[in-house]
């Protein structure tokens, strides 16, 4: 199951949450701070690495040089 990051819109808090891509679509997770079902969705970005096990630029910038 995924990782979604989560604001509940009646207390205000910012949570994580694995759920199904249904769940987190319907906005019926609880928030763990209030317990309130009105937690919305936030836009999440997510980290990767390079070919070389090294997280870094994927836009030229990095330990690999550049644009020549």
């Not at 604001?7 to 759920?19: D, S, V």
């Not at 969705?41 to 690495?49: D, E």
């Not at 630029?57 to 990095?62: K, N, Q």
Request: with cysteine.
């Amino acid at each position: 199951m995924p990782m979604y990051e989560f604001a509940c819109r009646a207390c205000g808090a910012e949570f994580e949450e694995l759920c199904t891509a249904a769940e987190a679509a319907a906005g019926k997770v609880a928030c763990p701070a209030c317990g309130a079902r009105k937690s919305e969705r936030k836009l999440s970005t997510f980290a990767s690495k390079d070919a070389g096990g090294k997280g870094g630029g994927g836009c030229g910038h990095g330990s690999h040089g550049g644009f020549g």
